[in-house]
Structures are given as C-alpha cells and as structure tokens.
C-alpha cells in the first residue's frame, strides 16, 4: 500500500499541477487519467497520458525545481497525494552518491522532455 497522505478528487478538465508552480507533492493516480502536457508557443504539446497508479510530480520532489508541466485530468479522478514525509525519510535513508544519481536522472528527464516538446512543436508548426 502507498503511503497516501491526503485524496482528491477532481473533475475532468480540471488541472491538477500548473506548469512553472511550485511544490513538492508528489501523486499517485488512485482512479481516472490524466494528461501531461507543456505550452510551447499557443501549442499544447501532449508528453504522457498517465492511468491508475502512475506516478507524476516526482521531479520537482526530487530536484526542488518548479513543475515542468501541467497535468490536467482527462476523466473524473481520483488522486492521491503521497506523504511527504514519508518520502523524505526514505530519501535520507539513501546514500548521497545515489541521491546524486537520482536527481541527474531526473534533471535529464527533464531536459529530454523539453527536448521533445520543442521537436513536436518544430513539426506541427
């Protein structure tokens, strides 16, 4: 069982994370699917369709960094947001060279997707 802290639920079309926000929260999809997707220009570039427990938010958890996307739900659904201090014993529980190895994952993670938001955005314009 995940370590849920708190459950939402949002209706579909509401947006659950807005690109360049701030916070840690990292979610779990209980029921229901979203959509990750980044402006580029007036484009919206779709990057993931998440479903039942997908993960998603666990960039800016890991790097502090403001929200790469916005994740919108496609459906009704229902979210859990997962405790963060649990999360965060766990990190502290992990060697500082696997931390490291973490967060230059996740920071190339977030370069390939802009990467790819900008190549989409290259052939649909």
Known sequence: ?????????Y???DVIIKEGG???ATYVII???VEVAKISG???IVIAVLVKD????EMSFLQHEPRSASVTALEDCEIGILDKDF??????????????????LTARLRKTTSELVEL?????G
């Open 1 to 9: 069982m995940r370590n849920i802290a708190i459950k939402e639920k």
């Open 11 to 13: 209706k579909k079309g």
């Open 22 to 24: 701030f916070s840690d």
């Open 31 to 33: 029921s229901g699917k």
């Open 42 to 44: 007036e484009k919206k």
């Open 54 to 57: 997908d993960i998603f938010g």
């Open 87 to 104: 999360l965060d014993n766990e990190m502290n529980k992990v060697s500082q060279d696997f931390r490291l190895i973490l967060t230059q």
């Open 120 to 124: 989409r955005t290259k052939s649909c």
